[in-house]
């Protein structure tokens, strides 16, 4: 049974377990082993995005001493994955050995639905829904990894589900980090539009392959459209199997 | 130009209130146009990749290019200054103009004339200055900044330019038909094209193998600053220099396409010195003014010079969904939307453009637009850390010691996962405090930014963490049931 | 000695670090160039009219004039200004003119830049010039300004007449470019690409034609 080492980012282990046991559980349905190395704490995107290079560093290396020897490493998290396959390299540029380790682990590591549909080559993974989604497509996950079609199939293999288009479905949704707290005035007005373009599409759900993206639009729609959900494509996927066997 | 750069989050807020729809509505349409543009080539892709390796090789030969064009320019018959900052660059122009007695100059659109403040000083010196591109025009008569780089007046109702042709142009009839006003301003501005003897213009691009201006313009006002007086001046900001003729055209492929979707602006006009003695019209001088206004002291920097491969096309403005919400004044000076969040912290130093290089999601779209390759979130990133190192070259502003200490907490626990996950526990009950039904609603301090419209899952009880190593020991614990089970 | 300005700028910039400079990949080529001579003729006329030019083919110098009569009266012109490349040359304008009772001035008629000025700002119903090159990529003359094409025939009057000899017609604008500058010697003063009518979005993005320059193009194409 091939084994595939799940990367957790921090937003999912602190706020949004279930998305990391959904992911666990999916792996598991397509006849994967995920394991879960006890060490990982944090990608180290907080201290690259305020500047803090050399804390940066540390992180990269604790990362890569933890997920250094797997042969597959997989994340519910596209910014995260951009984290190691991009700025790693660039970080650890000075340092030769830790460079090349970087580069190494680059080519290993995967954001989930790419991981499911491009390498595993599954689709299909049981699920259904009688309903609408739409998908936003996440700024890492888009421009940064260039995966868009990937999660489109796998909602499209979901029994019952209507894909509908999304308006403005690549506009930044306005988290960016520290950016939604620190300029709330333009955060704001960028998740009111991108929840006005989810409540015109008719669609039934949100779905969605970032954590950041999750809390930021999620939480607008908590505070100004209680009804109305957002889900992790995970979470979903997990959440409506057919076979009654619901996720967390 | 006045700094506001400091001023940006009063500027955005008020901006905001404007609510500008017609950004949101003119991004998908101007998006089109550019991608229908630019599939005009076989392979876009490789033709924007192409025009990145020019900038890049551009800016990487800077010195040599620049002397090889100024040794063919000279050998044209150019004249040509060196201007060390905005203020030898316009003082030299003031010089020239008061030498050969001139009352008013006609100026095409030239940001790095905005950087100097060459209006300001002409005018203080008795030149009158008329802008004679039609959106300069109308916000140099209502005395505002440009609102985007390529359409600086588009925000400006019709009615406000109606009442502003009335009051300064001798509009007889009034009219909100946009082409009855633009034909009132060819009509005042032709008189001055008419009569002028000193016409200033920026550069597009300098072309080293040739010595050769190029100007990439729709109105047409370019052609006649240059064309109709005895003396034309062109400015220039030092890296707009490229190898070669073949290299500029390809580069103003991109830029027609990139910025207003044409395959081609109406008129580009190439400048190989002043007139020959036999011509009846075109300047009798060229002079070339060539502006460093601290380039040269950013090109030290070898990551931040890349900023300098912009060659203004303003698509990163059109695909910004910050720019979209904000428009162009918040970001208080010359240059606005990404491009300017790249090169006003560069020009004005780090510490007056904080704000510049952190009202930014990282989205990614400018880098992913630009035709020369600049990586907009790298840079930010890049000025980012200098303020972490405290960098002088950069005139950074050391970031604050609260958030030091907090990142060396960070990095401490970060690489220690027993000291990280004793970190979260502890800090759960202080942050969960106010949840309401799994929810933070109503938090201050230091995050009030996202809590004034937004909930947060409150931190779960459970971490991913937690709940794998009781996964683990139920499923060990079950095993060994079974395991007993089976022995039995 | 103080520096000059030039060479302080120069030296900091020598000093800086170096950079490897990017290798270049093959210039992507364009379509156009596998067109025929009449394809091209084809899409320089799309392109042109795409931008509000107007495009007529004539078989020869006749058909030109015979042309230009027809625009004369649909647009009453009574005085244009004429350069004196050789295309417009070889028309004898000073004849057409006076069987079509129209004024034809040139540049040579002026004694000074003033006077001529006066003339094409202010006489001129329409300026007459020949080109160097129709490049068909865009729908784009390619005029040389000398003596012969001043520069302001084909942009200060409302309306510009080109007269083009179909074998004048490139694909793309690195032919020209090489016929041009290709001996980086003897250069004009300056060269120019127009491409359709003056034109202008700048306010609220309302586009419009005739902002400075022209408000009409018309082109000529003659020959087979």
Redesign the interface.
């Known amino acids: 049974m091939d084994v595939v080492s799940v990367f957790i980012p921090c937003t999912v282990d602190l706020f949004l377990p279930h998305i990391g046991e959904a992911t666990v559980s999916l792996l598991r349905r397509v006849g994967v082993k995920p394991i879960y190395h006890m060490g990982q704490t944090c990608c180290g995107q907080p201290a690259i995005n305020a500047g803090y290079r050399e804390q940066a560093k540390k992180a990269a290396k604790h990362f890569i001493q933890v997920f250094g020897d797997d042969e597959e490493v997989v994340s519910p998290s596209g910014s995260c994955v951009c984290m190691v396959k991009y700025h790693y390299p660039e970080l650890l540029s000075e340092e030769p050995q830790w460079r090349n380790r970087a580069e190494e682990l680059s080519l290993r590591i995967h954001e989930l639905s790419q991981y499911l549909v491009d390498i595993l080559k599954v689709e299909d993974l049981g699920a259904s829904f009688g309903g609408k989604v739409a998908y936003h497509e996440s700024c890492h996950i888009l421009r940064g990894l260039g995966v868009s079609e990937q999660p489109k199939k796998l909602i499209r293999a979901v029994k019952g589900a209507q894909l509908v288009p999304l308006n403005a479905a690549d506009a930044c949704c306005g988290f960016g980090g520290e950016f939604a707290n620190r300029y709330p005035d333009i955060s704001e007005s960028m998740v009111r539009d991108k929840a006005g373009d989810y409540l015109s599409s008719g669609a039934d759900l949100l779905l969605l392959c970032e954590p950041g993206c999750l809390l930021n639009i999620g939480g607008f729609l908590s505070r100004n459209h209680p009804g109305k959900k957002v889900m992790h494509l995970a979470s979903f996927l997990a959440h409506y199997q057919e076979t009654g066997n619901n996720g967390q | 130009m006045e700094v506001k750069t400091e001023q940006f989050?009063e500027v955005?807020?008020e901006e905001?209130r404007k609510a500008y729809t017609?950004l949101?509505a003119?991004a998908?349409f101007v998006r089109i146009r550019r991608e229908t543009a630019l599939s005009t080539?076989?392979?876009a892709a490789?033709?924007q990749?192409?025009g990145a390796?020019i900038r890049?090789?551009a800016i990487?030969?800077?010195?040599e290019l620049?002397?090889e064009f100024e040794k063919?320019a000279l050998s044209?018959g150019a004249k040509m200054f060196?201007?060390?900052d905005a203020n030898?660059a316009s003082q030299y122009i003031v010089r020239l103009a008061k030498e050969r007695g001139i009352k008013y100059v006609t100026k095409g659109k030239s940001m790095v004339t905005e950087e100097i403040g060459l209006n300001e000083a002409l005018e203080k010196n008795g030149v009158k200055t008329w802008e004679?591109?039609?959106?300069e025009f109308?916000i140099q008569l209502l005395g505002v900044p440009p609102f985007h780089i390529v359409?600086?007046?588009?925000n400006?109702?019709?009615a406000k330019?109606r009442d502003l042709f009335m009051e300064k142009i001798d509009l007889k009839e009034p009219t909100s038909d946009?082409?009855q006003?633009?034909?009132a301003?060819?009509i005042f501005?032709?008189d001055k094209?008419?009569r002028v003897d000193m016409g200033i213009a920026g550069v597009n691009m300098a072309v080293a193998?040739?010595g050769?201006i190029v100007n990439v313009e729709?109105?047409?006002?370019i052609?006649?600053n240059?064309?109709?007086p005895?003396t034309q001046i062109s400015v220039m900001s030092?890296e707009k220099v490229v190898p070669t003729?073949?290299d500029a055209?390809?580069l103003v492929?991109l830029l027609c396409r990139n910025c207003t979707g044409?395959?081609?602006?109406?008129?580009?006009?190439?400048?190989?010195?002043?007139?020959?003695s036999?011509?009846?019209?075109?300047p009798e001088e060229l002079i070339i003014v060539?502006v460093?206004n601290g380039r040269?002291?950013i090109?030290?920097d070898?990551i931040a010079?890349e900023a300098m491969r912009c060659i203004r096309c303003g698509a990163c403005l059109n695909g910004c969904?910050?720019y979209r919400?904000?428009g162009g004044y918040a970001y208080g000076w010359v240059y606005s939307g990404p491009m300017g969040q790249v090169l006003n912290p560069l020009l004005l130093g780090l510490e007056k453009t904080q704000?510049l290089y952190?009202?930014?999601?990282?989205?990614?779209?400018c880098?992913?637009i630009c035709p020369a390759g600049i990586d907009h979130p790298s840079l930010f990133?890049h000025?980012?850390?200098?303020?972490?190192s405290g960098d002088a070259a950069l005139r950074a502003k050391k970031?604050p010691m609260m958030?030091r200490i907090f990142?060396?907490l960070?990095?401490w626990?970060?690489?220690r996962?027993r000291l990280?996950n004793w970190g979260?526990r502890f800090v759960r009950p202080f942050v969960n405090k106010e949840a309401h039904g799994g929810?933070l609603?109503e938090v201050g301090g230091?995050?009030k930014?996202?809590f004034?419209?937004?909930?947060?899952?409150?931190?779960?009880k459970?971490?991913?963490?937690?709940?794998?190593?009781e996964a683990q020991k139920t499923e060990f614990r079950s095993q060994k049931s079974e395991a007993t089970t089976e022995k039995i | 000695m103080k520096q000059s300005a030039r060479d302080e700028i120069l030296n900091k910039l020598k000093a800086a670090p170096r950079k490897t400079i990017p290798s270049r990949s093959e210039r992507p080529v364009l379509r156009e160039l596998s067109l025929t001579p009449e394809e091209l003729i084809e899409t320089f006329s799309k392109n042109l009219s795409q931008e509000a030019g107007i495009v007529h083919r004539v078989k020869d110098r006749r058909e030109a004039l015979e042309k230009l009569s027809q625009i004369a009266k649909e647009e009453g012109l009574k005085k244009v200004i004429a350069t004196t490349d050789d295309v417009i040359a070889s028309l004898d304008l000073a004849a057409w003119g006076k069987e079509n009772d129209v004024r034809v001035m040139t540049p040579q008629d002026f004694d000074s830049r003033d006077s001529f000025k006066d003339a094409v700002f202010e006489e001129a119903d329409a300026g007459i010039t020949g080109a160097d090159f129709a490049v068909a990529e865009s729908g784009t003359l390619g005029l040389i300004h000398n003596k012969d094409q001043a520069r302001l025939t084909s942009l200060a009057p409302i309306l510009h007449v080109a007269i083009v000899p179909v074998e004048r017609m490139v694909a793309v604008y690195e032919q020209v470019i090489e016929k041009v500058f290709g001996e980086k010697k003897n250069l004009p003063s300056q060269f120019c690409f127009i491409t359709g009518p003056s034109m202008t979005a700048d306010i609220r993005g309302v586009p419009f034609k005739g902002m400075h320059g022209p408000r009409k193009v018309i082109v000529i194409l003659v020959g087979e």
């Not at chain 2, 004679?132 to 959106?135: C, P």
């Open positions: 989050s955005a807020k905001l017609f949101k003119g998908t080539f076989p392979d490789a033709a990749a192409y390796i890049a090789e990487a030969r800077l010195p620049l002397e063919n044209n060196w201007a060390r030898e004679t591109d039609l959106g109308i359409g600086p007046a588009m400006i109702p019709v330019v946009p082409v006003l633009g034909h301003a060819r501005l032709r094209f008419h193998e040739t050769t729709n109105e047409g006002n052609r006649f240059k064309s109709s005895r030092l003729l073949e055209l390809h492929r044409q395959k081609l602006s109406v008129y580009v006009s190439m400048d190989n010195g002043p007139k020959k036999d011509e009846i019209d075109g060539i460093d040269s002291r090109y030290q070898t010079r969904p910050v919400q904000i704000d952190r009202a930014t999601t990282l989205c990614g779209s880098k992913s990133l000025y980012r850390a200098k303020d972490v970031t958030e990142f060396r960070w990095m626990a970060v690489t996962y990280w979260v929810m609603r230091l995050f930014g996202w004034r419209s937004r909930d947060l899952p409150a931190m779960a459970k971490t991913f963490h937690d709940r794998w190593i």
